[in-house]
């Protein structure tokens, strides 16, 4: 463990309606942090979609586990998601799970985070935080916590999805709002007359509407 290291923090699975959420942050040294940029580590959401896409974000997972200072992350249950977005608090969500990802990490002489709005209020308690949009494009740190998100993320999906394949066939999407996971939400509803336990209840359901009573298909 380094003090000249710069831990990362990003997250993966704010909006989808299907699924948890995911934050993760990555402490590096300088040495580490060139090592991961010559390996490729950028923006997870560079590399698409898909099998391919997810194996590449699995190589570089490996390689940053074996190089940070520190890998830590949290999984945000729908549940929890829900209940904070009731009382508009999802930001305020993702920030107590930054500060307990700071609180378990590697020292580190500075912090840098995704999202200037989002974490920026931060700054008040960690005077070496700093605040981004784009910030994955600036900082390998982040680049590297948005791999390590997005990786968890996926596997949380491929488990929901595997639970369901055999009923309604294979699932798209990665429950994100598109046409197929709206296709296999409206298939569930249809099916056992209420939505998903996965489902995010706070989020709209206007494209389910007519399969649901009227209080259910829009945010609380």
């Known amino acids: 463990m380094s003090s000249v290291s710069t831990l990362g923090i990003d997250e993966a699975g704010r909006g989808p309606l299907l699924g948890p959420m995911v934050l993760a942050a990555v402490c590096v040294t300088p ?17 698409g979609a898909g099998l391919e896409a997810h194996q590449a974000r699995c190589r570089l997972a490996a390689a940053i586990h074996a190089r940070a200072d520190s890998v830590h992350l949290r999984v945000v249950s729908v549940e929890e998601i829900d209940a904070r977005v009731a009382n508009g608090e999802l930001n305020v969500l993702e920030r107590e799970y930054a500060e307990q990802l700071i609180a378990a990490s590697a020292p580190a002489r500075r912090i840098v985070c995704d999202g200037a709005r989002l974490f920026g209020p931060l700054r008040e308690r960690f005077p070496t935080l700093t605040a981004h949009d784009h910030g994955e494009s600036h900082h390998v ?7 390590i998100a997005k990786v968890r993320r996926e596997e949380e999906w491929h488990a929901i999805a595997a639970r369901y394949t055999p009923t309604f066939g294979p699932i ?19 099916r056992h007359r209420q939505p998903p336990p996965e489902l995010r ?3 709209p359901l206007h494209f389910a509407a007519d399969l649901l009573p009227p209080d259910a298909s829009a945010s609380p």
């Open 201 to 203: 209840r706070s989020w």
């Open 141 to 147: 740190s982040i680049a590297a916590a948005s791999i």
């Open 31 to 47: 040495r580490a942090a060139a090592a991961l940029t010559r390996l490729g580590v950028r923006d997870s959401k560079a590399f």
């Open 172 to 190: 798209a999407g990665g429950g994100y709002v598109n046409a197929a996971t709206r296709r296999f939400v409206r298939a569930y509803i249809e």
